[in-house]
Structure formats: C-alpha cells, structure tokens
C-alpha cells in the first residue's frame, strides 16, 4: 500500500462547479498536512496547510479526518485558472522532515 | 526574496556518463530536499539536508547518486553513472528552521533526459 494515495482522475468539472477529492495516508502517526497544486511542466506550489480543526482559504477548503486518515480539499465556485494537479503531501512529524507525496489528482475545469 | 533555483533546467546525456545538478536554495533556509518525478508517477523523496548534515537519505536510489552540501549553502547532486531509469525531473525544495520548517518551496526543476 502506498504512503499517501490519491484518486488520479481526471476530474473534468464546469465553471463554477464545487469539486472535492481525498487523499489517504497509511501511517496513523502522521502530524503535518498540506495540499500543493502543480502547474503542467512546472514546480509544486503550496496551495494550504491543513489543520486539525479545518481551514478555509477563499475558494478551497481542507479538512483533516484522522480517524479515517484522510484530508480533503473542496473547491467552490470553480475558476478556468483552477485547471492544475493537486498533490497531497504528509509528513510524519510537525518538524522538518521527509514529506511524501502522493501523484496527484489532475482537475480540468471547463469553460 | 530570490527563490529556489536549480541549474541545468534540462540535461540530455548518454547512458553511463556523469550529470551534476545543482540547487541554490532560499537564502537561510536550513532545509533542503531533493526529490524525483518519473513520468507518470509520484514525486518521490530522496533526501533532506539539515544545513551541512544528511538528516535523511533513505530515499537514495543507489550509491551511483552522490548528494552533497557543503558549507549549508547549494546543494549538488551527481549521477554516475547515469542510467536510462534515471530519467525524469529533479527537484529540489528549501525550507526555514522553526516553524515554517515543513512548508517547502521548490525549484523549477532539472529535467534529466538519459538516452
């Protein structure tokens, strides 16, 4: 089983369509949470940090399930420039450390 | 603030001959990571630097990749020899001390293409 998976898609959404996709993590201990995005031939961006409690940026929301050990990201209101792959990434500890990513979901939002 | 910044963005080399790829990290950054995304596949980890320090390397393929980090400051990593599988994109990620230590900020990338 891999470390962190995600649903490859593609998710193929209208604009101003709400998407959401999950991403799972294996190891129970994990401590820190994040959600890049990934431009087509271009460097992972972070797009938010994850929170135990929830966090909401904007548009997207993230939310953490440790019992289930998953954490989602919901995009409201989907824009073109949305088009990307969104990678989720875990680390095992809240202090620098190796974080894994999983492959991404790529999201295609059409006009 | 200059970002993170990788050298060559693109290398084409035979099998069996030697590429350094080098990254430039953000000014003060303590952490440094270097990762690898094969077509169609994950970005995988291969490893982070604590300044000068090998924190963790357990994602090194094989002993023909070499990372160094002298002095804290750019980072190399070399290959040799190259293989056919080790083609794909290097990056390379930077992060400060404290606690913004997990949220990395990459480079653009070393795309190595190994024929």
């Known amino acids: 089983r891999k470390e962190v998976e995600q649903d490859p898609g593609p998710f193929n959404v209208p604009e101003g369509a709400t998407v959401a996709f999950n991403c799972t993590y294996s190891n129970s201990a994990s401590q820190s949470f994040f959600w890049y995005r990934q431009d087509c031939r271009k460097e992972p961006k972070l797009l938010m940090s994850v929170y135990s409690s929830g966090n909401e940026d904007g548009r997207f929301t993230a939310q953490l399930n440790r019992a289930s050990q998953y954490i989602s990201l919901l995009i409201r209101d989907s824009k073109l420039s949305d088009s990307a792959t969104y990678l989720c990434?875990?680390?095992?500890?809240?202090?620098?450390?190796?974080?894994?990513f999983g492959s991404g979901t790529r999201l295609s939002i059409r006009p | 603030e200059a970002g993170v910044t990788q050298f060559p963005s693109h290398s084409v080399i035979e099998k069996g001959q030697t590429v350094t790829l080098r990254c430039d990290p953000i000014?003060?950054?303590?952490?440094l990571y270097w990762y690898r995304r094969v077509m169609g596949k994950e970005i995988k980890f291969l490893l982070h630097f604590v300044k000068e320090s090998k924190q963790d390397e357990s994602g090194m393929p094989n002993n023909r990749f070499l990372a160094e980090r002298t002095g804290g400051t750019y980072s190399t990593l070399k290959v040799q020899p190259a293989e056919l599988e080790d083609s794909g994109v290097y990056f390379c990620?930077?992060?400060?001390?404290?606690?913004?230590?997990?949220?990395?900020?990459f480079g653009a990338g070393s795309r190595l293409t190994v024929l």
């Open positions: 990620a930077s992060s400060p001390g404290g606690a913004g230590a997990n949220v990395l900020t």
């Open positions: 000014s003060g950054h303590d952490n």
């Open positions: 990434a875990v680390s095992w500890y809240s202090s620098a450390s190796k974080i894994i």
